[in-house]
């Protein structure tokens, strides 16, 4: 029993200490929120810009996701962690001291090819080096991480704000190099993986890795089945075995998960949480980074509250709850955002509310599943390679996501439902005033007009009341989608789900 105690706990610092990599994923996919005001006031960015810079970090995040899949099944799991540490700090730098627009967003394309990386390569690490009985609630220590790291960029922002100063952001940047040194300094001391070693031939010292992580009775039995399993996978190797008629169901939940995690428009609300909050009727960038911090902790807690249900409750059901919470949530904030008017005042703080009984059933549900259901379904010698391409469609759809929402935000805003925001000056002349925004705002001109009655200068925001109507259906295809492809994979073995797919069965099937 004491020795069963002692691999737990080795376990959870094996795991606490590779998710690191999950905060630095969620730093750096978070710190753009509030840097973005900033952003926009220190080089006068249009929307496009903006998207532009938000978006390149999933650029590289799609290139990492890509290209490094058959390198961990070759190299290792802890090799490429190490590796991808170092491409945070130096990403972190580099963004942090950019000196123009098109140099920020190519430092942010270095950050997510570590991010891409770290996606899928984390999440595998710690699938493959955790007991059977406690592998969900591991596997979601990753997403924990996440959102720690999200509320941690909140916190950053909020410090380094600073109004009077409009490129308070670098340090916003810069504080990404600690943790990626935390990451690098653990990862050191930490096994490479019992599968891959045994896959390797390394039977021995994969086996002294077994023994220390898994529960002493099962040890036996565990390697057994890791060598059936290599076994039965000499020749499967590289992409072209994932289309194979026996992995071509794993592969279509990996990508259909990750089209579902990202189209309910998740990171709309990470990556544009306080501007979101600025056109809901928040005064000023700091005052709507104060709100955002709310969205963090709230994720933080829900997700907390995953880990200890995953194991529990299964993943089907948390998958179903989660999805019917997004749909409704989704639906209410269409609806207010388009009662606008009625509303008021109590918008800001209608949206505040709603966004975070959104965030808590994506925190339970699509936030752990989605990386935790790909790390699971494929077999040892293409999972490195099945979880890239898992990863790769998250940022992929990901991107889309990030890349339209404020124009889909402006596509469904009427000339007159958009939402006015402050004073800027008071000019009495019309030709004047138009003359003062064109100068003034620059590319931006657009997003601003002369109110003819009070004589001010006010920026027009687009009104997101038809983006989120329309993730809110993409919810509902996600259900129905769930109902045939979602399978439960809690308390089955990595080998027992492999031997599932080969019989040809059906994910749903899967009990």
């Known amino acids: 029993m004491t020795e069963q105690k002692q691999n737990r706990s080795l376990v959870i610092v094996i795991a606490a200490i590779a998710s690191t990599g999950g905060l630095l994923f969620g730093f750096d996919t978070g710190v753009i929120s509030g840097a973005l005001p900033f952003l926009k006031e220190s080089w006068d960015l249009t929307t496009g810009q903006q998207e532009i810079i938000t978006t390149a970090v999933l650029v590289g995040a799609v290139i990492g996701a890509l290209g490094s899949g058959r390198i961990t099944d070759i190299v290792g799991r802890k090799k490429v962690i190490l590796v991808t540490s170092i491409i945070f700090a130096l990403g972190s730098i580099l963004t942090g001291a950019a000196s123009s627009m098109w140099f920020l967003a190519a430092s942010r394309v270095i950050l997510g090819i570590a991010i891409g990386i770290s996606s899928f390569a984390v999440p595998l690490y710690i699938s493959e080096i955790s007991p059977v009985k406690a592998r969900g609630a591991l596997v979601s220590s990753f997403q924990l991480m996440i959102t720690i790291g999200i509320v941690a960029s909140y916190f950053s922002d909020l410090y380094f704000a600073d109004e009077s100063n409009p490129f308070s952001w670098r340090w916003m940047f810069y504080v990404g190099v600690f943790p990626a040194i935390i990451l690098f300094t653990g990862m050191i001391f930490l096994p490479e993986t019992p599968r891959f070693l045994i896959g390797k031939g390394k039977d021995e010292e994969g086996k002294k890795v077994l023994e220390k992580v898994e529960d002493p009775a099962l040890v036996e039995e565990a390697f057994a089945k890791i060598k059936e399993e290599i076994a039965l996978d000499q020749e499967s190797v590289g ?35 306080p501007t979101l909050f600025i056109i809901a009727g928040f005064e000023g960038a700091r005052a709507a980074i104060v709100a955002t911090i709310s969205v963090g902790i709230v994720n933080v807690a829900s997700t907390v509250v995953a880990m200890f249900l995953i194991d529990k409750i299964g993943r089907r059901k948390l998958y179903f709850i989660g999805v019917t919470g997004i749909m409704i949530s989704l639906t209410a904030l269409g609806m207010f955002f388009f009662m606008k008017d009625d509303l008021g005042d109590n918008l800001r703080w209608v949206i505040v509310g709603t966004v975070l009984i959104y965030i808590v059933f994506f925190a339970i549900s699509l ?68 003359q003062y925004i064109a100068t003034e705002f620059g590319n931006n001109a657009k997003n601003y007009k002369w109110d003819e009655v009070t004589h001010e200068i006010i920026e027009t925001m687009p009104n997101p009341a038809g983006a989120f109507l329309l993730y809110a259906g993409i919810a509902i295809i996600g259900i129905i989608w769930g109902m045939k492809y979602i399978p439960e994979t809690k308390g089955i073995s990595l080998e027992q789900i492999e031997e599932h797919w080969r019989q040809g069965k059906a994910p749903n099937e899967l009990k």
Do not use: H
């Not at 040892?380 to 935000?409: D, E, P, Q, Y």
């Open 367 to 434: 936030g752990p599943l989605g990386w935790l259901i790909i790390s699971e379904i494929f077999p040892l010698k293409i999972r490195g390679v099945g979880m890239s391409v898992g990863a790769l469609s998250n940022w992929f759809f990901n991107g889309i996501v990030a890349f339209t929402f404020l124009k889909l935000a402006w596509l469904f805003t009427d000339s007159g439902s958009g939402i006015l925001k402050g004073t800027k000056e008071i000019i009495v002349d019309k030709a004047e005033a138009l």
């Open 239 to 273: 992409f072209k075995e994932l289309f194979s008629k026996t992995w071509r169901t794993p592969l279509f939940i990996a990508i259909g998960i990750m089209f579902v995690q990202q189209f309910v428009g998740i990171n709309t609300v990470i990556y544009y949480a």
